[in-house]
Structures are given as structure tokens and as C-alpha cells.
């Protein structure tokens, strides 16, 4: 062995600290997690996420980094994707910032409050536009803030977080990308794909090619990658007796490994986390009840291994929480998190000192900040980011160290076929490797592609979340808290971003007391067409459909809450399958319905509500020749509806004469259509993608039409932003659940799309006017996703959604005069669920309640009472609703209401300048006291008594 390795590393002794089961984490479900390509655990000073069982695999488990304990119930969850979180990470300039992707091709980011609690966020900060396939791994740069690069397959993509853009991509690959990782500098990407193969690339280098490749493992299959130097790199993988191997390579000159290492023999990846300041290298393998522990060195052998711990359960993932929340005091040089199949072990490792009442600074070196670096703009061109180091000293808590620039990375760029012309194992020529030079970054150019799923958002949707005050004790993190007010400073300066935030995001859904539902239906009919919402509702009534071939629709008055009797619920019989039913919005008694007969039957409901069963209605008019998709009233004149059928036309009926226009257009069945508030334009959506928009008295052809969603399986349509914009619900190409936004003057782009989840059934969209707020939901479902619809970007704010306990059929909205605005009660609907009605209130937490919230309640369209008659529209007569205002007598509106008055703190704050311990306040007070006591220079009474002289005490008396 050469003369330098006979020097003992300090870290050799470094051993882990067993710790007891109350100090785990237990109660967690994560048996069942499926092969990815990330950790399934990640770590900030702040917080720990890691996947779990249950819903697809779409959601994570947040805790605070100091929970201990069992959990079971309790457990904060992030209902993150609608399929498998694939991959996660925080970002290493913000401890309260996550980034996520999915095998549903989206990624978000999510803001954690700024304290630790055991609260999880209800709705993503923003979302990036969609992947073109499933993403498997994300990263984020080390020392570049807003910089992230993505793999999905073979692809390679870099982000801009502020603008949640692709900046570039790497498609230099074939094969799928099986590891990648950043530099320590933030300069290049290394990555080892299945195609055998380990490249280096240049993010700033105009090209997507790789500037060095060679050889990897033997075998295609999973590998790792990761970097332990400025120049060399290690990968894991299998070779070809099956046992599993680690390698090294020098980025300086990548025409093969430099050395391997060998291991034992598993089916479990080895998974490699290193900590730079110690040159500790772990590794894990998935499956396996140990973790490895070596020394990373610079010279041959690389990698000296020190120990191989066991653990007390099987690893499903690990990572390294950040330097900056260990507790050095107690000998702690660094602390994996490792997650089991139910709970999460930390693990200290501890290095063996005489005494830990001080500082030992020889092993524990100063650490990285969490400062960026530089901006993404000044990195791309071609600025070394200045690396930001801090003691971990608790004395010196805080004080950094002088800015440090950047080592340059050097590489050779050599030429770079496909997988089969790679690097001899010569290498190249004997020059001197020379190091990149960075070039101005211009993006790749990329073919347009017309369809209306295009992202037009120049502002950054990452928005500082407000504060919030938590009275929940934690447990504070030492070393992070001193880097106070510079690095908080800087932090919220780069993600801080001029983005309107919405009153409505922390909007709240609550089911009333059960005294208010109607119980126990039975005979509910599940086999509504999909063009019907199912469900129908006003102020005094609401309509569902019951199981049987005469097509019966029941009516059940709202104010006859309770259970209800075991017999046959009141309903209208039609004879022929019911297809769709709504109310009439200016009469609640009556009730239109479409059958598969092609016939639309009209009935009057009685005061009292139905008595038996019914098949007589008021009126029957024969629409069509083939079976009824849907019915939409108009929402201004009485007595105008529009009816669509399988015969792809469209007719506007007038109830009074029973006379009708018909749309002409259509060469696919109409999936559903769509009043404008004006009641001047009709916009329909069919199941060849295209939304068509008519303006119906003065042409029966559309006047514009567009590409909508490109599923084509179903959909629906609402006019949005006072009909400045129409949105439309379906399923993209890979039939996933979206949301798309259009303009009705230029159908040729779409404005901004979101993308939601791989559901199969359709979210059906209810919109409310006045707040602007979309509530989406579908058959089946338990939660209601609700999103403000701005008319800027990023068009979509995500709000708070309203969960569930059980699934539910539908919803029905009802009119704004139904809402108790005293109480803040922006939206009310109805709740159809197997065997129930429930009522929701949707409500807006405010602190000042006692007034009225005139900034959330403008004044509301009077949408209940019909502006014009049907002979009046047809003749070309167009009148607005009316205007009411919801101010309620007796109350103060809130623009009015007088200041606040500051309220008195019921403890002082602390001040430790006056702080004293329980020791100092014992000495007080026995001064105190021995200062009050009398001091008498006066001889006693009793001294100044005379006492019995002796010759008095004789015998001789």
C-alpha cells in the first residue's frame, strides 16, 4: 500500500447508533411501493417526505424532521398525482420547497410551511407543463437556485422552476436513462443508461450530445450513478456472474473505469449517498438489512470500505439528512433516514470522542449554506457559482466563511457516436484534458405542434406562501436558525414571485349535520349515460334516476330531510330509458327530460312534491329521431331549450309554440354543450375533439371552430370570465383526466391546459360566476378539486379541495341566493351518494367574520328569474339579467369596518437579556428575604431581666 494510505482516516470508527423504538417512526404503510428510480425518502432541515401505500401510489407522507412516535391515522398527507410519485427531492435552497413527478407524466411543486408542523399542503404551488412520457427522476441543482433537470425514459430535460419552462433537452440517448446526477459545482450531468453506457454532458453547451461516453456494466440491468469528486464519479450496477458492483471513473478523461469493486451477490440495486464533507460513501441495496459504509479516496484502491451495518428491518430507502441538523454535539457526523415496509429508522452515525463538551472542528468541517450560488440566468452565461460555507460550531452558529468559488470541472470533449462507436479503451490523445468552455445557452429548437395544449405563462406560478402562526412545539433546527436573516433573505428573493394569489385558496368544504340529509335511497340507477350529470337539483327539489326499464325519474322535495321509509320512492315514468334531466331555472316545479326515444317530456311538479308514481307529463315534444344526449335551458328567456341527440344536430326549442331551429355541423355524436351567460352564443363539444361555437339566430353553422382535448372519449364545456374565455373537461391523448382553457374569438390554440389524473371517469365542471371558481368532480370520486380561473397566466390557481368520506355520484350547485354569505358561504350544492343527499357548504376562513366580506361577494347576476320570454329572444331581443346585491341588512361591510385593534400579548415575549434560571431566581429570593429581616443592636428582653444571684439558693432556709 502506498505511504499516503497508511495515514488513518478519522472517520474509520465512525459507528451507527441503534436507537430505541419509541425514538422511530411507526405506523407507516410503504410494503407495497413499486420499482422507481428514486429514494422513496428525502430529507430537509426541515421536513421528511417518503412514499407510501394507497391511492395509486399518488400520494406522500410529510412529517417534521423531529417526529418520534407512532402515527398510524395521524399521518399529513400530500395527495400529490393520480398515479406513483416516481421521484422527489427538496430543493438545496429552500427547506420548505418539494418538487415532484409521476407515472403520470406531470411534475409539481409544493410549499411546506416555513415551520415545521405535521400539516400537509392541500394543492401544488404550480405545475409544469406535461412529459411526453412517465417521469422517473428529478434533481435539483446544488448550487444554481430555480435550476432542475428531469428524466422521463430517454429524455433529459432542464427546467427553469421560476417559469416552470424547458430550458433543454438532452435526447442524445436511446436507451432508458437508468441513473443521472449533478456535479458538486452544478456544471455537468453524468448519467448511465441501459444502453451500456456512462455520458457526460454540458448544459451549457449548445448541443444535446454528450461530450465524453464510455463503457459501463457488463449487463442492462438498473444502475447508479452519483458524484464523489470534482472530476471522478462512481456507478453501481450488476456484471455478469449477477453480483453487484460499483465502478470509477475520471471525468477528465472518460474512456473507461479506473477500478471496481466488487460486492456480495442480490437482486437489490446498490443505492450510493455521499456526504462531500466527510468523503463518507453509503450504500444501500433495496430489499437488503444492511448499509455499507466506505471512505471515498482520491487514489487507488477509491474506495476503502470501513464497515457493513446491520439494520433491524428490510430497507425499501434511505437518504442523508442535510449537515446543517445534526446534532454535532453529540459526535454526530451524519444521520441516514431509512424506510421500511412501516416505519422510518433514523440512524445516527457517531464518531467515538473522550467528550463531546465541546467542539471537535477537526471532523466537523464548515458545510454549505444552502446559499445559491448564482441565478439560472447568470449560470448560463458562464458564471462559476460562489459556494457560501457556515460553521457548525453552536458558538459560532451561523458565521460563514468567505464566499468560495467553484472549481471547474475539466473534461475533453471527444467525439460521440451512437452506442455503437464508443471511446477506445486507449483513450485519446496524450494532451492535457482542457476544460469546458461555457457558451451562450440557446435553447433547442422545437417543431410546433398545433394543438391547443400549450402553457402561455411568462410570470412564475411559485408564489411565497403566507406564514402562518403555529402554536405546535418543535424541535428547532440549530444550525440552520443562525443563518438567519442573510439566507432567509435571499431565499424568499428568488422564490418570490409576482403572482396574484387567490382569496379563494383556502376555500373549505363542510357537510352540514346529518339532520339536514335525506337518508336511506335505494333502487339509485348507476347507468346514466355520460353525457348526463345524473343529478339535478334548485332551491326547493332534486331529481335522480331508479333502476328499472320504464325509466323512472324521482323527485324528492329537500325540505322532507331524515330517513326514508322502506317503500317505493315517488317518481316520473317515461316507459323508455331516461338520458338526461334538468331543471327548469325560473320555475322550480318544473323538470325537463331526454329519452332514448328521442322524445323531450315536460312535467309540472305538484306543491308538496310527487304521491305515488306518475306518467302523464305537461307537454311531449318529439326533438329527435334518435336517442337525447343532454338538455340545457337558456339562461336568460323562459320557455328556450337545447336539445342534442345521437342524429349529431343540435335544436333550440321555443316550449311555448314547440317549434325549433336546428345547428348544423356536427359529424360525430355531441358529447355536451354549453349556454353562454349572455344567452347569445352556444358552444357545444363533440367526440371528434372539436369545439365549435354558434351564434344561433343568425346562423345554424358554427361562426369558429377549434381542436378540444384530443380523447374524444367524453367531455363537457362551461363558459368562464364572463364569457371571455370557454373551458372544457376531458382526457388528453394518453387519456388522462385535463382541464384546457380556450379563447372563443381564436379556437386554433389552446390558452393553458392542467393536466389532473388517469382516472376513467369524467370530471364534470361546475362554475361559479361570481368567485370564478371551477369545482371539478366525478362519478366515483371522493374529492372535489376546486381552481380560480384568472384571465392572465397562469390562468389555473389551484384551490383547496374538499374531501370526502365516501364515494360520491354527483353534485348539484345551487343559485347564489342560496348561500348564506353572513356566514361567508360562497357555494352551496348537493351531494348524491349511494344511499344519501347531503348538503355542502363552501366556505372562506376569514378573521374578521362579523362583517360582510364585500371584497368576496360582488354583486350577483339574478340567474332565477328569466330577463325575456322565448318570442322576445327568437325575435332578435337580447336583455341582461338583473343585478342584486347579497349585502344583508344589519351588517357592516368589511371596507367599511373600522380598524383593528392590535391585541395584547398575553405573555411578554422572551428576552434573554432578562431572561433568568430557576437558580438565579432562588438567590433572589433568599436575598430578599434576608434583606427584610430586622437587624436589633439592642440587647433582648430577656438579657435585660435580672437572674437569681447563687448565695440565694441555700440550703439553710
Known amino acids: 500500500m502506498a505511504a499516503w494510505r497508511q495515514k488513518q482516516w478519522k472517520y474509520k470508527n465512525t459507528t451507527p447508533k441503534i436507537l430505541k423504538k419509541e425514538e422511530c417512526i411507526t405506523g407507516l404503510s410503504a410494503s407495497r411501493l413499486m420499482q422507481t428510480a428514486g429514494n422513496y425518502i428525502r430529507a430537509s432541515s426541515k421536513y421528511m417526505v417518503f412514499n407510501i401505500d394507497g391511492h395509486g401510489g399518488g400520494c406522500l407522507g410529510v412529517l417534521p424532521l423531529s417526529t418520534t412516535g407512532h402515527i398510524s391515522s395521524n399521518l399529513p398527507l400530500i395527495y400529490a398525482h393520480g398515479n406513483f410519485v416516481s421521484d422527489f427531492g427538496f430543493s438545496p435552497h429552500d427547506d420548505s420547497l418539494l418538487a415532484t413527478t409521476s407515472f403520470d407524466n406531470h411534475i409539481k411543486l409544493w410549499r ?260 445559491p450560488g448564482c441565478d439560472v440566468d447568470a449560470w448560463l452565461t458562464g458564471a462559476a457559482p460562489q459556494i457560501v460555507k457556515v460553521s457548525l460550531d453552536p458558538a459560532k452558529s451561523g458565521k460563514k466563511s468567505e464566499p468560495v468559488e467553484a472549481k471547474a470541472i475539466k473534461v475533453e470533449a471527444q467525439p460521440v457516436a451512437h452506442k455503437t462507436a464508443v471511446s477506445n479503451s486507449n483513450g485519446t490523445s496524450g494532451d492535457a484534458p482542457t476544460p469546458a468552455k461555457p457558451v451562450e445557452f440557446k435553447p433547442k429548437a422545437v417543431a410546433k405542434v398545433a394543438k391547443p395544449v400549450v402553457a402561455t405563462s411568462n410570470v412564475s406560478p ?125 320555475n322550480n316545479s318544473r323538470l325537463a327530460t331526454g329519452t332514448e326515444s328521442g322524445a323531450v317530456f315536460l312535467w309540472e311538479i305538484p306543491e308538496g312534491g310527487l304521491e305515488g308514481v306518475v306518467e302523464e307529463p305537461v307537454k311531449k315534444i318529439l326533438a329527435h329521431n334518435d336517442k337525447i344526449y343532454s338538455l340545457e335551458f337558456h339562461p336568460l328567456a323562459s320557455d328556450v331549450l337545447a336539445s342534442s341527440a345521437q342524429d349529431f344536430q343540435v335544436k333550440i326549442w321555443d316550449l311555448q309554440t314547440e317549434t325549433s331551429l336546428t345547428l348544423e355541423g356536427h359529424s360525430s355524436p355531441i358529447l355536451a354543450m354549453a349556454w353562454s351567460s349572455n344567452g347569445i352564443y352556444l358552444a357545444t363539444y363533440s367526440k371528434d375533439s372539436i369545439i365549435r361555437i354558434y351564434e344561433p339566430r343568425a346562423s345554424t353553422s358554427p361562426i369558429r371552430e377549434g381542436k378540444g382535448p384530443s380523447g374524444g372519449r367524453s367531455g363537457r364545456i362551461v363558459w368562464v370570465l364572463n364569457d371571455s374565455f370557454v373551458a372544457v373537461s376531458g382526457f388528453d391523448r394518453n387519456s388522462e383526466r385535463c382541464l384546457q382553457l380556450f379563447d372563443p374569438e381564436d379556437l386554433s390554440v389552446g390558452v393553458a391546459s392542467v393536466e389532473l389524473n388517469n382516472a376513467p371517469s369524467l370530471l364534470i365542471p361546475y362554475y361559479d360566476a361570481d368567485s370564478h371558481t371551477i369545482f371539478l368532480t366525478a362519478k366515483g370520486d371522493t374529492i372535489v378539486q376546486a381552481y380560480e380561473v384568472t384571465p392572465d397566466a397562469p390562468y389555473f390557481q389551484v384551490l383547496s379541495s374538499f374531501h370526502a368520506s365516501n364515494q360520491h355520484q354527483a353534485l348539484a350547485f345551487l343559485p347564489k341566493k342560496c348561500c348564506d354569505v353572513a356566514n361567508i358561504e360562497f357555494a352551496k350544492a348537493y351531494r348524491l351518494t349511494q344511499t344519501m343527499i347531503e348538503p355542502i357548504s363552501f366556505t372562506v376562513p376569514r378573521v374578521r367574520s362579523e362583517f360582510f366580506q364585500d371584497d368576496l361577494f360582488p354583486d350577483t347576476s339574478v340567474t332565477w328569474e328569466a330577463s325575456s320570454t322565448s318570442s322576445e329572444w327568437f325575435s332578435g331581443i337580447d336583455k341582461q339579467a338583473k343585478v342584486l346585491s347579497l349585502f344583508p341588512e344589519g351588517m357592516t361591510k368589511l371596507s367599511e369596518a373600522p380598524p383593528e385593534k392590535v391585541k395584547e400579548r398575553k405573555y411578554e415575549k422572551f428576552d434573554a437579556a432578562t431572561y433568568k434560571t430557576a437558580a438565579q431566581k432562588r438567590d433572589e429570593l433568599v436575598n430578599a428575604v434576608t434583606a427584610n429581616l430586622d437587624k436589633h443592636e439592642d440587647p433582648l428582653p430577656q438579657d435585660l431581666q435580672e437572674g437569681v444571684d447563687s448565695d440565694e439558693w441555700s440550703d439553710e432556709d
Not at 471 to 493: C, F, L
Not at 548 to 553: D, E, K, Q
Open 462 to 586: 411559485v408564489s411565497q406562501v403566507e406564514k402562518e402562526d403555529h402554536s405546535t412545539q418543535t424541535t428547532p433546527v440549530k444550525h440552520r436558525e443562525p443563518s438567519t436573516q442573510d439566507a432567509s433573505a435571499r431565499q424568499s428573493q428568488l422564490f418570490k414571485f409576482s403572482v396574484k394569489t387567490s382569496k379563494f385558496r383556502h376555500l373549505k368544504g363542510t357537510p352540514l349535520h346529518k339532520s339536514h340529509r335525506i337518508e336511506n335511497i335505494r333502487n339509485l340507477s348507476n347507468r346514466v349515460p355520460g353525457e348526463s350529470n345524473g343529478f339535478a337539483a334548485n332551491p326547493e327539489r332534486c331529481a335522480i334516476t331508479l333502476k328499472g326499464p320504464a325509466g323512472l325519474v324521482s323527485v324528492l322535495e329537500l325540505e322532507n330531510v331524515g330517513k326514508l321509509e322502506d317503500t317505493p320512492l315517488p317518481a316520473l315514468s317515461h316507459g323508455v330509458p331516461v338520458c338526461d334531466f334538468k331543471w327548469d331555472p325560473f
Open 112 to 371: 411546506l410551511p416555513d415551520v415545521p408542523v405535521l400539516t400537509a399542503p392541500s394543492a401544488p404551488e404550480s405545475e409544469f407543463p406535461e412529459l411526453p412520457r412517465r417521469g422517473d427522476a428529478l434533481s435539483w441543482n446544488p448550487l444554481v437556485s430555480s435550476l432542475m433537470y428531469v428524466v422521463a425514459g430517454n429524455l433529459l430535460r432542464l427546467y427553469d422552476v421560476r417559469t416552470t419552462t424547458k430550458m433543454f433537452e438532452f435526447d442524445d440517448q436511446e436507451e432508458v436513462i437508468q441513473g443521472a446526477c449533478w456535479s458538486l459545482d452544478g456544471s455537468h450531468i453524468v448519467t448511465s443508461s441501459k444502453d451500456l453506457l456512462v455520458r457526460l454532458f454540458d448544459p451549457r453547451a449548445n448541443s444535446s450530445a454528450a461530450l465524453q461516453s464510455c463503457p459501463g456494466h457488463e449487463v442492462v440491468n438498473d444502475s447508479r450513478i452519483i458524484y464523489v469528486n470534482d472530476n471522478r464519479i462512481i456507478t453501481t450496477g450488476f456484471c455478469t456472474d449477477r453480483s453487484r458492483r460499483a465502478m470509477i471513473y475520471d471525468t477528465r478523461n472518460l474512456s473507461g473505469a479506473l477500478d471496481n469493486v466488487d460486492f456480495d451477490s442480490s437482486h437489490g440495486i446498490l443505492v450510493p449517498l455521499f456526504d462531500q464533507d466527510t468523503n463518507m460513501l453509503y450504500a444501500y441495496g433495496r430489499g437488503d438489512n444492511n448499509v455499507r459504509f466506505m471512505e471515498s479516496t482520491s487514489k487507488p484502491p477509491y474506495l476503502v470500505q470501513a464497515a457493513c451495518d446491520l439494520l433491524k428491518a428490510q430497507v425499501k430507502g434511505a437518504c442523508l439528512v442535510p449537515k446543517t441538523a445534526v446534532d454535532v454535539m453529540k459526535g454526530e457526523v451524519n444521520r441516514l433516514l431509512v424506510l421500511s415496509k412501516d416505519s422510518v429508522v433514523p440512524v445516527p452515525y457517531i464518531i467515538p470522542r473522550r467528550s463531546y463538551a465541546e467542539f471537535h472542528s477537526d471532523v466537523f468541517p464548515d458545510t454549505y449554506s444552502g446559499e
